[in-house]
């Protein structure tokens, strides 16, 4: 009887210390890819700071050269693209932007919800002089 006991409860143990094994395999496995997620997100995000940073410089250079047009024509073309971009996120479906976009501007929603990319748009040669402009970089 005692026998008995004693393998049922070494079995118990063995059960429970795998079980505790998996457990903490589970655990750090999902660390190790919830911290991936976020270098991916923190890469991201710098990628797209970066990109900003450079089309502001772009546009403060054509501005110093006085290039006004032409800092017009890529802000508007800035615009566009992103604009293009917020109309396919929102079509995707993600709530918490639409309720965002909502709370903001409903009519900019519903603006956003028709929009169209702008096709056959022509990107113009500058006027100025190249000089100018990569100098105020």
């Excluded at 118990?12 to 210390?17: D, E, G, Q, S």
């Excluded at 993600?94 to 909502?102: A, V």
Aim: with cysteine.
């Amino acid at each position: 009887m005692m026998k008995r006991v004693f393998l049922i409860m070494v079995f118990v143990v063995t059960i429970m210390l795998f079980c505790a094994f998996f457990y903490r395999l589970g655990v750090n496995v999902g660390t190790q890819a919830m911290n991936l997620k976020s270098n991916n997100i923190v890469y991201m995000q710098g990628s797209f700071a970066w990109d900003r940073v450079v089309e502001l410089k772009r546009i403060r250079s054509y501005l110093l050269g006085g290039c006004y047009n032409e800092a017009l024509i890529e802000v508007e073309n800035r615009i566009e693209m992103q604009e293009y971009v917020l109309s396919d996120l929102v079509r995707m479906g993600d709530g918490s932007l639409i309720s965002h976009l909502e709370n903001e501007d409903s009519e900019y929603l519903e603006y956003i919800l028709k929009h169209q990319k702008k096709a056959g748009k022509v990107w113009r040669n500058s006027r100025c002089r190249h000089s100018d402009i990569k100098s105020n970089l």
